[in-house]
């Protein structure tokens, strides 16, 4: 009799221990689930502000791309770099058929003198989580909105009249004839087009920032770089090298190629 009390009370406690552990792995489980669901929530979010910022930087370095005529290449790739990044994120779009465009407040010009024009891009997407309870609980997700502002850095700068041709110097007056022969006059060269002197880029010019510099010095060539990949050499690296010497006087219909840093 003695044994078999024993063996009852050893059953009796493994029964309460199996009930226990069941009790507390419910919770433990939730537990664990919350906090990797929690992570990629946070995740998502870090990654959505990086989305927000690069396509803010690319609008920009492009703030005409939305305007007359557009540019349709720029505008397919702010597109596109909003929608592979929410993709990448899990985060749907809050209107996947709409195409992504970016804010301009005050206009898309370089600010002038004392303000800031500013290139805005948002985004707005639906985090799903990879719990089904959870992500019902949450009404199938949960809103995550990224806004960035980023200044204009390429355009005409605001203030600053931009010529569309080169101005043409006044004929002089021509001399009345005598009665004794006059002598043969040898062609008057035409007069140069005025522009300053080649500015110097090197560690001094943003890519972003040369176009708009090389207009500023009265030059109608155009700039080109070395590399031309954006992601190669970003709008916001400095010029390492310049095709033409910083300093030179070259015609103002010269082109220039710079290099990166």
């Avoid at 540019?71 to 592979?84: E, K, L, P, V």
């Avoid at 993709?87 to 002038?112: H, I, N, S």
Wanted: net charge positive; proline share 10%; charged share 10%.
């Amino acid at each position: 009799m003695p044994f078999r009390r024993r063996s009852t009370t050893n059953r009796r406690q493994r029964g309460q221990s199996t009930v226990e552990l069941a009790l507390m792995l419910l919770p433990l489980l939730m537990l664990s689930l919350l906090a990797v669901d929690g992570g990629g929530l946070f995740l998502a979010w870090i990654g959505m502000n990086g989305v927000s910022r690069e396509a803010a930087n690319f609008a920009a370095v492009h703030p005409t791309a939305w305007g007359t005529p557009g540019d349709a290449t720029a505008q397919a790739r702010y597109a596109s770099i909003i929608r592979n990044g929410a993709a990448a994120d899990r985060c749907a779009l809050a209107d996947p058929a709409a195409t992504p465009v970016p804010m301009f407040p005050t206009g898309t010009t370089v600010g002038a003198a004392g303000t800031v024009n500013l290139a805005v891009a948002q985004t707005r997407c639906r985090y799903t989580f990879i719990t089904p309870l959870i992500n019902q609980m949450s009404g199938g997700g949960i809103w995550l909105t990224t806004t960035t502002s980023i200044p204009i850095r390429a355009g005409t700068i605001a203030g600053v009249p931009v010529s569309s041709s080169i101005p043409i110097p006044s004929s002089t007056p021509t001399p009345v004839p005598t009665t004794t022969p006059t002598p043969s006059t040898s062609p008057t060269p035409s007069p140069t087009p005025a522009c300053d002197p080649v500015p110097e880029f090197v560690n001094k010019v943003l890519r972003g920032n040369a176009a708009a510099v090389w207009a500023a010095a009265r030059f109608t060539g155009s700039v080109s770089f070395s590399p031309d990949n954006i992601n190669a050499f970003p709008t916001t690296s400095l010029v390492g090298g310049q095709s033409l010497v910083a300093g030179a006087v070259v015609p103002c219909t010269s082109n220039i190629t710079l290099t990166k840093n």
